[in-house]
């Protein structure tokens, strides 16, 4: 039974970063881990996902190039490094697992992960 705690999140002026942490337990080898958001009245969204045995970080286009998915196997953490921030990634954050293969653009869908955390709150003004 996998269970994800994130942390980190709080209030940022634009331009500024952030560093959100997942701390997962309960995991097996090689699971896909991934970094949603979620503002009011708004669907979910994919930022990014990583798979903890290894390989390249998947994000949405939106993100690219400011934020950055990265993994401490050793502590069991995920981390989401958000730099540049700017007001319309106010949101709650969370991190989720999959325990199934996910590839492609099915890493960015929530419907793949079937773990999820209970969110960290980041608002940029």
């Known amino acids: 039974h996998v269970q994800l705690v994130e942390s980190g999140g709080g209030s940022v002026q634009a331009g500024g970063s952030l560093r959100l942490s997942c701390q997962v337990s309960?995991?097996?080898?090689?699971?896909?881990m991934g970094w949603f958001r979620q503002a009011p009245g708004k669907e979910r969204e994919g930022i990014g996902s990583?798979?903890?045995?290894?390989?390249?970080?998947y994000y949405t286009d939106s993100v690219q190039g400011r934020f950055t998915i990265s993994k401490d196997n050793a502590k069991n953490t995920l981390y989401l490094q958000m730099n540049s921030l700017k007001p319309e990634d106010t949101a709650m954050y969370y991190c989720?697992?999959?325990?199934?293969?996910?590839?492609?653009?099915?890493?960015?869908?929530?419907?793949?992960?079937?773990?999820w955390g209970q969110g960290t709150q980041v608002t940029v003004s």
């Open positions: 990583l798979y903890t045995g290894g390989g390249s970080a």
């Open positions: 309960g995991y097996k080898f090689g699971i896909c």
């Open positions: 989720a697992a999959a325990t199934s293969y996910v590839t492609g653009a099915w890493r960015l869908r929530p419907s793949s992960y079937n773990y």
